[in-house]
Structure formats: structure tokens, C-alpha cells
């Protein structure tokens, strides 16, 4: 079965940058794994930030960017707001399935 | 603008099946995929299956296979997703998430609560 794993939760001070990281039990994470990344506040849907690993939507602020890193997709917050205190998931396609990550609880403080 | 709005709450009993409908507007439904994903009380996303809303073709997550029927009705933009043989571990909010593409996610619906309780 395969797994998909982030950090569990990560703290960040607000201004500061912070990477957050998504492997795969299968090995290094490639494009061709077409990572996306969402976040999840509490009582919402979650809201898709990243697709294929490194593209923004429009409502996507821009100190949100993806990349893939040390055989890893990868999520970096740079000037992290209060807001961005939430969950993030990100979703790695496996050629006609999907697996999300466990989730990583984000804490602004 | 793009709206997923997707059917009321339900309460069902263990063994029982579930309907969930997600209605889309404001952009050409056969041109898009819908993807359903689940989230249990205090845990993660689970993504479930995806359907194609142009020629109806569907994936299934493994663990739902033989339990899970995703459909779509091109004349109303619903999609529609049944769970059947429901347990507790099932009880979890039910979202629908449009791509382009297998991969390129963007809109989601609202969310349904699904309980299953006897």
C-alpha cells in the first residue's frame, strides 16, 4: 500500500519561512506524480493552492510556491501571515490513482 | 463564477447506502473531472475515485472498489456519488473537487456530513 508522508505539524513565527515537505513510499517524488497542495481550515472546504507541483491559481497568494526537493514535493510559505495558520495536504497521483498525505498542522506563533 | 453545490446531510443506518450529489455552474461540465474525497472525524483527506464528466469513464481508490459508484447526468451538471454498505468508519464529510485533467485540481464543493449511526 502506498504512503505518502508529511510532517505532522510544524511551527513558524509570523514573517518567517517555512517548507513543508511530501514523500512517497514508492521513492523520489517526480513530476510525473503531479503534485498538488490544499489547505484545510477548520469548518471549510479546503482549497486547492498548488497544482502539478509548482503552478498557482489566481487566488493563491504569491509567498505560496511549490517545487520538488531532496526527492520530495515541496510547499514553501515565505513571509507567513497569521492566516496560513491551518492544515495542508498535498495529493500525488499514482497513473490512475490518488493518495493524499497525512497533513500537516501549520501553527503561526 | 464556478460553483460546486452539493446535496443536504444524511443520517444512515450501518448497512444502508448513501447518495451524495455535487450540481456545477458557470463553466462546460463535460470539459472537467470530478474527484469525491472524504474526511473522517480527526483525520486526514482521503481521496475516494474520480469520474469523467464527458464520457462518464470512472477510477476507483482500491479500498472502495465494489462499494463506491460515482455517475454523472450531462443534462442537469450532477454528479453523483453512492456509497453503499456503510459502517461507522464511513462517517466522515463528503466533498467533490473539480480538475481539468486527471491532475490540475481547483474548485471544491461546500462538503456533505454523512453519518452512519443505528
Known amino acids: 500500500q502506498t504512503v505518502v508522508t508529511q510532517e505532522p505539524s510544524l511551527t513558524v513565527s509570523p514573517g518567517g519561512t517555512v517548507t513543508l515537505t511530501c514523500a512517497s513510499s514508492?521513492?523520489?517524488?517526480?513530476?510525473?506524480?503531479?503534485p498538488n497542495w490544499f489547505q484545510r481550515k477548520p469548518g471549510q472546504a479546503p482549497r486547492t493552492l498548488i497544482y502539478t507541483t509548482s503552478n498557482r491559481h489566481s487566488w493563491t497568494p504569491a509567498r505560496f510556491s511549490g517545487s520538488l526537493l531532496g526527492g520530495k514535493a515541496a510547499l514553501t510559505l515565505s513571509g507567513v501571515q497569521p492566516e496560513d495558520e491551518a492544515e495542508y495536504y498535498c495529493l500525488l497521483y499514482y497513473g490512475g490513482a490518488q493518495v493524499f498525505g497525512g497533513g500537516t498542522k501549520l501553527t503561526v506563533l | 463564477q464556478v460553483q460546486l453545490v452539493q446535496s443536504g446531510a444524511e443520517v444512515k443506518k450501518p448497512g444502508a447506502s448513501v447518495e451524495v450529489s455535487c450540481k456545477a455552474s458557470?463553466?462546460?461540465?463535460?470539459?472537467?473531472?470530478i474527484h469525491w474525497v472524504r474526511q473522517a472525524p480527526g483525520q486526514g483527506l482521503e481521496w475516494m475515485g474520480i469520474?469523467?464528466?464527458?464520457?462518464?469513464?470512472?477510477a476507483y481508490a482500491q479500498k472502495f472498489r465494489g462499494r463506491v459508484t460515482m455517475t454523472r447526468d450531462t443534462s442537469t451538471s450532477t454528479v453523483y456519488m453512492e456509497l453503499s454498505s456503510l459502517n461507522s468508519e464511513d462517517t466522515a464529510v463528503y466533498y467533490c473537487?473539480?480538475?481539468?485533467?486527471?491532475?490540475?485540481?481547483?474548485?471544491w464543493g461546500q462538503g456533505t456530513l454523512v453519518t452512519v449511526s443505528s
Open positions: 469520474i469523467n464528466c464527458n464520457g462518464g469513464t470512472t
Open positions: 473537487a473539480r480538475s481539468s485533467g486527471w491532475n490540475v485540481f481547483d474548485d
Open positions: 514508492t521513492g523520489a517524488v517526480t513530476s510525473g506524480y503531479y
Open positions: 458557470g463553466y462546460t461540465f463535460t470539459n472537467y473531472y
